[in-house]
């Protein structure tokens, strides 16, 4: 009676791939798509390359105070801390990184990290392409991970406008 189940089951997958053989196939556009993410669609819990905040003023939200590096599993991140002085801010706080780095060869992206921060510093961003053939390159230093400044536009009209570019 065995044998007669263990067909049935056979003939009941073999009939599901034969149904699904003859159906078009579908596809993302992922190569040949438009905009900067070309056609990818993402999940909202997508954990792509990480990237460093600034607060509203620019400055930066790493006051280096390594959690991350400390919560890391594969011990990826690399931070040197250096101070902040009146004439040069870089963070808001006392403290800011003066190098951070992420080694890709190592990292898993468990998001330890962006848990850990308590200034949300750190965050993963939606970039996927990180496949490269020379390990050296996977090696995020802080300038690649930054996010740029809100650049100003170069005249303002009223202070209207002023206050609204401000706020």
Known sequence: MSIVKDAAAIAKGMSITFKEM????EVENYPDGKGPMRGAKFE??????????????GLEKCVACFLCAAACPSNCIYIEAA??????RISSAERYAKVYNIDYN?????????????????????GFELASL?????????????????????????????AEILA
């Open 22 to 25: 003859f159906q078009p196939t």
């Open 44 to 57: 909202e819990r997508f954990r792509g390359k990480h990237q460093l905040q600034r607060d509203e003023n």
């Open 83 to 88: 101070e902040n002085t009146a004439e040069k």
């Open 134 to 162: 020379n390990a050296t390159t996977l090696v995020m230093r802080k300038e690649d991970l930054l996010v740029p400044t809100p650049k100003l536009p170069d005249i303002v009209d009223s202070e209207e406008d002023q």
């Open 106 to 126: 190592r990292c898993i992206f468990c998001g330890y990290c962006v848990e850990a921060c308590p200034t949300d510093a750190i965050t993963h961003g939606h």
